[in-house]
């Protein structure tokens, strides 16, 4: 048998069905987000600014200089990307600084920064090489730690929390090959035997998965008699008789990342390793990244920064046509671009992790709206920061340094941003899942009106419903704060939110419309849900940007905040435009004779891509055949499994 024989076959309503599942249907706290999509633009929320936990932001001041020292000293970003390899001297130096627990608590040995701090910390890392803050963001925010905080057991959290606390590695393994985006179709099986279970199966792109020596697998328990079974996470010690690490991958970004194909073969796990009761992984997975999720935007902001701090010299000191380049209006919009945006995304993300630090609301929309907007935002701050360096953007660090200029590595950091739209949930899947929560109070009022499988008596009762809810709802979207003379005490950005206050009622109206003309089919509009997600994050962006200003009190921080409202609510208007001017519809059909291959000519003239070999690679279960790549950190000493 081949695993394609024994992969799933999934329907588009089973894979909904799935990740339906893994909702958390509960809101038991307030949402900014949430609200916002309804036309509810709930400032107060968010306003005044949060302020962090001063006993951890004391921890944390002690501890971020210490590790901007060890990064300037001992880190050569330059070398990790030469040579594509992170030394095991970094990870031992890491370790020591507690690097690898700064998101566990303290009674575990961890540092228990906030997020805030952690956050931080990573900007920090991210900006000596960007493979390092992938590196630890990867091991803390999916990797073992947060799944533990969120849903171990104390045992679990006592016998884990520890290790890695003192400088273990962690990796998330849930991808397949045939796993990307749906997780309906994992193959990876854990077969229940006695005292835990046996995983078989091969999990690909594990970020750290070559050097960790804990590992939160996924992995699908059979149904069985008296058993539901269904995907299920599990904590799983990489030293365990069965796992080989078969390939360490490469990208085109992210040089130094130690990124594994993983083979289980019969691999005990016992039951006391399990995370949460079977069948509810994707709930660990998803829940995980509600907040795991604010770790890629940090580093986006700190890209971003450094996009801004090179935009800023090189164009002020490169003179072209008798001027330097700033001053050449085609680049002075760039500039403004890039250092507005590092201000908003900044804003968005300190809000969003002071939010969850204080743990009053509910913060799955607001971080999954900030992992959309800034690696979307921070890759294209990145391409016109390669535009803006002309030729030397497109050229090496290393080759610029060979010619005696000073090396900076714009094509780089383009490279190593790539990657933020695909993973943690690709821009596409971002969409998807923040147009799901934007409805869902729809959903749950009308959603039976518009299920052709629902009985009469639940549509009539949905209908019921509906008449209630809308009759009170809509009325409130007419008017509000935004129309009149709101949010005075703002000064100068005041116009702003009066902007973002009546464009979440326009929002709303616009996502109602929505739902009354394509009802159940308006899952699959999907330009039009996408409009909808960014056109919130842009008010989102706002209101956070406004807030943080308005509490410095600076004047550079109001004008800087003004000039991003300004250019988010330009993008807004566009994206409110093409909600209604687009080429969607002639898109589909267009796309459906590009399949046919009815317009294959277009491709003619060059040597054509390779054919040969598979898209999707299948693998046979069974022993490895391959040598095991797994790289052993000295400053670890090996846990033998129990
Ligand atoms: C460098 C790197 C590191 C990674 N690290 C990890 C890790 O640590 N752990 C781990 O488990 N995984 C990891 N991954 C996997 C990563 O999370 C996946 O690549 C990602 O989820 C996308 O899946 P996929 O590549 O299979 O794309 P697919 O799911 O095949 O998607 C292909 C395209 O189709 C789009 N698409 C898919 N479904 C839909 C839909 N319903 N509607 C609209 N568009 C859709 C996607 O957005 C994408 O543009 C990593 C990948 C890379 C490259």
Redesign the pocket.
């Known amino acids: 048998m081949t695993a394609t024989d024994a992969k799933p076959q999934v329907s588009a309503e089973q894979a909904r069905a799935i990740l339906e599942s893994a909702r958390d249907v509960e809101w038991r706290k307030p949402s900014f987000g949430k609200q916002l999509f309804l036309g509810r633009f709930r400032l107060d929320l968010i306003s005044p600014w949060p302020q962090p936990d001063p006993e951890k932001a004391a921890r944390a001041e002690a501890f971020l200089p210490k590790l901007a020292e060890y990064l300037a000293a001992h880190v050569d970003g330059a070398q990790i990307e030469r040579e594509a390899f992170i030394p095991d001297a970094v990870f031992a130096g890491l370790a020591e600084l507690g690097c690898f627990g700064m998101k566990i608590d303290t009674e575990y040995g961890g540092l228990g920064l906030s997020n805030l701090h952690y956050c931080k910390a990573l900007m920090l890392a991210g900006s000596a090489n960007p493979s390092l803050g992938a590196l630890l963001s ?1 091991h803390q925010s ?1 990797g073992v730690p947060q799944p533990l905080k969120m849903y171990a057991t104390a045992e679990q959290k006592k016998k884990f929390l520890p290790r890695i606390a003192a400088g273990e590695v962690s ?5 397949e090959s045939d ?4 997780p309906a179709r994992l193959s990876t099986t854990a077969t229940p035997v006695e005292g835990g279970y046996k995983l078989n199966g091969v999990k690909l ?3 750290n998965g070559t050097v960790a020596t804990l590992l939160v697998v996924l992995a699908r328990v059979p149904k069985s008699e008296g058993r539901q079974g269904g995907i299920t996470a599990f904590v799983v010690e990489s030293e365990s008789p069965g796992i080989t690490v078969e390939r360490r991958n490469a ?1 085109m970004g ?1 040089r130094g ?1 130690e ?1 594994s194909v993983t083979r289980f073969h019969d691999v005990f796990v016992p039951e006391a390793n399990r995370i949460g009761e079977e069948g509810r992984g994707m709930r660990v997975a998803l829940g995980t990244l509600n907040t795991g999720r604010l770790s890629l935007p940090a580093s986006c902001v700190g890209a971003l920064k450094w996009c801004a701090g090179v935009a800023r010299g090189w164009a002020a000191e490169r003179v072209q046509m008798g001027t330097p380049i700033a001053r050449h209006e085609a680049i002075a919009a760039k500039l403004a671009f890039i250092a507005a945006t590092t201000y908003g995304v900044e804003s968005m993300l300190d809000l969003c992790c002071m939010l969850a630090d204080d743990d009053r609301n509910d913060i799955r929309i607001e971080a999954a709206l900030i992992k959309l907007y800034s690696s979307e935002l921070a890759w294209q701050a990145a391409d016109e920061l390669v535009q803006v360096r002309g030729g030397r953007g497109f050229e090496t660090a290393a080759s610029q340094e060979a010619r005696g200029e000073r090396g900076i590595a714009a094509e780089q950091i383009l490279r190593d941003l790539r ?1 933020n739209r ?3 949930g ?4 971002m969409h ?1 899942l923040i147009a799901r929560e934007a409805v869902d109070q729809h959903l749950s009022v009308a959603g039976d009106i518009i299920d052709p499988k629902a009985p009469l008596g639940r549509k009539a009762r949905a209908g019921l419903r509906a008449g209630w809810f809308y009759a009170r709802w809509l009325p409130t979207l007419i008017v509000g704060p935004g129309s009149f003379g709101g949010y005075a005490k703002y000064g100068a950005l005041a116009k702003h939110l009066r902007y973002a206050e009546r464009s979440s009622r326009k929002l709303a109206r616009q996502t109602f419309r929505g739902m009354a003309q394509w009802q159940g089919k308006m899952e699959f509009k ?1 330009s039009y849900l996408g409009r909808i997600v960014d056109i919130g994050a842009e008010l989102f962006a706002i209101a956070a940007t406004c807030v943080r200003a308005q509490a410095s009190g600076r004047a550079e921080e109001l004008e800087l905040a003004d000039l991003f409202c300004s250019q988010a609510r330009d993008r807004a208007e566009r994206l409110f435009r093409a909600l209604h001017h687009n080429t969607d519809a002639r898109d589909v059909s267009g796309s459906k004779a590009v399949v046919a291959g009815s317009y294959a000519f277009v491709e003619e003239g060059i040597l054509p891509p390779p054919d040969s070999g598979e898209w999707v690679a299948t693998w046979e279960p069974g022993p490895s055949t391959q040598a095991d790549v797994r790289r052993r950190l000295p400053h670890i000493t090996p846990t033998p499994p129990r």
């Open positions: 990867a999916i990796a998330f393994l849930l991808t796993v990307g985006s749906d792109w594990g970020t990208f992210l990342l990124n990657i695909i993973f943690e690709s821009t596409e899947i998807l999907q």
